[in-house]
T-cell receptor, first 115, second 112 residues
Framework: DTGVSQDPRHKITKRGQNVTFRCDPI?????LYWYRQTLGQGPEFLTY????????KSRLLSDRFSAERPKGSFSTLEIQRTEQGDSAMYLC?????????????FGPGTRLLVL | DQQVKQNSPSLSVQEGRISILNCDYT??????FLWYKKYPAEGPTFLIS?????DKNEDGRFTVFLNKSAKHLSLHIVPSQPGDSAVYFC???????????FGTGTRLQVTL
C-alpha cells in the first residue's frame, strides 16, 4: 500500500494559464475525491468519482475546472484560465467502495500559487 | 453555512497531559464522524472515526466521544506527545453520501 500520490507537489503559474494536476489513488480504492483547502479553512469538497464515473460536483467547481478519471485509476484536475483566487492546496483522497461510512485517505496535496 | 464547527483555533497542552479537541455540528443527518491530523505542507492523515450508533471509540492514545443530543464530539489524546503538535480537523458525512464536510481545524501545540 503506497498511499495516495499527487503530482506535482507545488505549482506556480501566471494568471490566465492552464494547469493540470494528477492523483493516483490507493490501488484497490475505486472512489476518488478532490478537495480544495485555503488558508485557515478546512478542505472543501469539489468532486468525486466512482470508477470512471463522475458522480457529484460541488458548486465550487466552476466551468473553468474539469476533472477526469478515464480508466477508473488515476485522475486529473484541470484549471483553465487560472485566477489568483484559485491559489490553494488541492487535495485528492480515495476510498473503498463500501456503501456506508467509508474512510477517505488523503494524498499530500498540490499547492497552487497563481501570480 | 458552517455545518461543522471547531470553535477553538488553537490549544496548548503540556507533554504527558490530556488534550481535548472539540467539534460541534448542525446537520442532524450526519452519522459518521472522523478526525484527521495535518502537518504543514502535507495532506490530512486519518486518525479515528465514530459511527452515530456509538458514543465512544478508542484507538491507543486516541478516544473520540460523540454526544448526539448535543451534536458534539470530542477527541481526547492521552498522554499528549510533542509529535502530536499539528492541526486537527473534524469531518462528517451522512453515511451514504460521499463528500466530507470539514471544520476549520484546531492547532494543537504540545509543549515540553
Amino acid at each position: 500500500d503506497t498511499g495516495v500520490s499527487q503530482d506535482p507537489r507545488h505549482k506556480i503559474t501566471k494568471r490566465g494559464q492552464n494547469v493540470t494536476f494528477r492523483c493516483d489513488p490507493i490501488s484497490e480504492h475505486n472512489r476518488l475525491y478532490w478537495y480544495r483547502q485555503t488558508l485557515g479553512q478546512g478542505p472543501e469538497f469539489l468532486t468525486y468519482f466512482q470508477n470512471e464515473a463522475q458522480l457529484e460536483k460541488s458548486r465550487l467547481l466552476s466551468d473553468r475546472f474539469s476533472a477526469e478519471r478515464p480508466k477508473g485509476s488515476f485522475s486529473t484536475l484541470e484549471i483553465q484560465r487560472t485566477e489568483q483566487g484559485d491559489s490553494a492546496m488541492y487535495l485528492c483522497a480515495s476510498s473503498r467502495n463500501r456503501a456506508y461510512q467509508e474512510t477517505q485517505y488523503f494524498g499530500p496535496g498540490t499547492r497552487l500559487l497563481v501570480l | 453555512d458552517q455545518q461543522v464547527k471547531q470553535n477553538s483555533p488553537s490549544l496548548s497542552v503540556q507533554e504527558g497531559r490530556i488534550s481535548i479537541l472539540n467539534c460541534d455540528y448542525t446537520n442532524s443527518m450526519f452519522d459518521y464522524f472522523l478526525w484527521y491530523k495535518k502537518y504543514p505542507a502535507e495532506g490530512p492523515t486519518f486518525l479515528i472515526s465514530i459511527s452515530s450508533i456509538k458514543d465512544k471509540n478508542e484507538d491507543g492514545r486516541f478516544t473520540v466521544f460523540l454526544n448526539k443530543s448535543a451534536k458534539h464530539l470530542s477527541l481526547h489524546i492521552v498522554p499528549s506527545q510533542p509529535g502530536d503538535s499539528a492541526v486537527y480537523f473534524c469531518a462528517a458525512n451522512t453515511g451514504t453520501a460521499s463528500k466530507l464536510t470539514f471544520g476549520t481545524g484546531t492547532r494543537l501545540q504540545v509543549t515540553l
